[in-house]
């Protein structure tokens, strides 16, 4: 079940349990991590992030938000690719971008401007 991110604290507590885990298991993506959680606060609508929910009742580590074009998207790793990937609509969207930490910030803000 999705967990509404509509406080700071949450999405702090979510940004820092990215972080850890891509610390130990996705190091190619530890830095880009930061540019896309400001990418989504910077571009995100009224409504509030959705994390997918984790065992324990902890967050999860992929999220849904809604653009100000009140477009869904959705954020999570991809194993396989050792990205970020940017699906259209919900998980099983297609993939519009895959973000790593050779993403140029530049390209983030193009692509995040864009939705």
Do not use: C
């Not at 507590?13 to 540019?35: C, F, M, Q, S, T």
């Not at 790793?77 to 973000?99: A, M």
Request: net charge positive; charged share 20%.
């Amino acid at each position: 079940m999705p967990v509404p991110v509509s406080d700071i604290d949450t999405l702090r507590l979510y940004v820092r349990g990215v972080l850890g885990r891509a610390k130990h298991h996705a190091h190619n993506v530890e830095e880009i991590v930061l540019a896309l959680a400001g990418a989504i606060i910077a571009w995100k609508g009224s409504a509030p992030l959705q994390v997918r929910s984790a065992p324990g009742g902890k967050l999860g580590r992929a999220l849904t938000f809604t653009s100000t074009r009140r477009k869904t998207y959705a954020l999570s790793y991809h194993h396989e690719t050792k990205s970020i990937e940017l699906k259209s609509s919900n998980f099983q969207g297609p993939v519009l971008h895959r973000f790593t930490n050779a993403t140029p910030l530049s390209e983030v803000a193009k692509i995040f401007a864009s939705l």
